[in-house]
């Protein structure tokens, strides 16, 4: 059965430093989406970026980056110059192709960026 | 005004009795869900539904039910309420295919005593 795995629980960074969340992944599927949705304090889920899994190109917006590397299974989200307002719970999700009503996501991964 | 919406946005309840949380969509989207959130866990799923016709269950239904009253109207009831059925609860549309986003609704937080 598809997996998600956030190792990292919380994080905390000052305003202004680089932060990467780390996102783990197993299936079995060759055709699957990978998914990162952010959840700020207010608590609704902001969906952030959809891949798949013949799209293996990083992808760049603003300060957000992702790093997709099958060879690893992992779908690693970073904020570049992080700011208070990109404090949340992010959440890392997949869904199989040949079950894509079934989006397993992660444990979530709380960052909390200081002034 | 929001895509997705949850009635009610928060609800305190008491162990037995019977309650329904609805989910409504303006996005036209044929299939809906509920997730339940729990600390730690992420977001689980409850039932999804991909037309009017269609009900299917989820990770975690038992204690649950739905109804699918039309394409833009999804219910969750919870026929009994249990203390550990406390969580956030989320509804999400999408319109399926092969490039499936799910858009969630404000989540609905519910209390069993």
């Known amino acids: 059965a598809q997996k998600v795995t956030q190792a990292q629980t919380e994080i905390s960074v000052v305003e202004k430093e680089d932060v990467t969340l780390d996102c783990v992944y197993e299936?079995?599927?060759?055709?699957?989406?990978l998914f990162w949705y952010k959840q700020p304090p207010s608590g609704e889920l902001v969906f952030l970026i959809r891949?798949?899994?013949?799209?293996?190109q990083n992808e760049i917006s603003g300060r957000y980056s992702w790093n997709f590397q099958k060879s690893t299974s992992s779908f690693n989200f970073t904020i570049t110059a992080s700011q208070v307002v990109d404090s949340a719970v992010y959440f890392c999700a997949l869904s199989e192709a040949r079950n894509n009503n079934d989006m397993r996501f992660g444990a979530g991964t709380r960052l909390t960026v200081k002034p | 005004d929001a895509d997705v919406t949850q009635t009610p946005r928060n609800r305190i309840t008491k162990t037995g009795k019977r309650i329904m949380l609805e989910c409504s969509q303006t996005k036209g989207h044929d299939r809906m869900y509920w997730y339940r959130q729990d600390p730690g866990l992420g977001l689980r799923l409850i039932y999804y539904s991909f037309d009017v016709k269609d009900i299917n269950k989820g990770e975690i239904s038992d204690g649950y039910s739905v109804s699918r009253q039309a394409q833009a109207k999804f219910s969750l009831s919870l026929e009994s309420a249990i203390p550990n059925q406390t969580a956030l609860y989320f509804c999400?549309?999408?319109?399926?295919?092969?490039?499936?986003?799910?858009?969630f609704g404000p989540g609905t937080r519910l209390l069993v005593l």
């Open positions: 299936t079995r599927d060759t055709t699957y989406y």
């Open positions: 891949r798949n899994s013949f799209d293996e």
């Open positions: 999400a549309t999408s319109d399926g295919g092969m490039k499936e986003t799910q858009y």
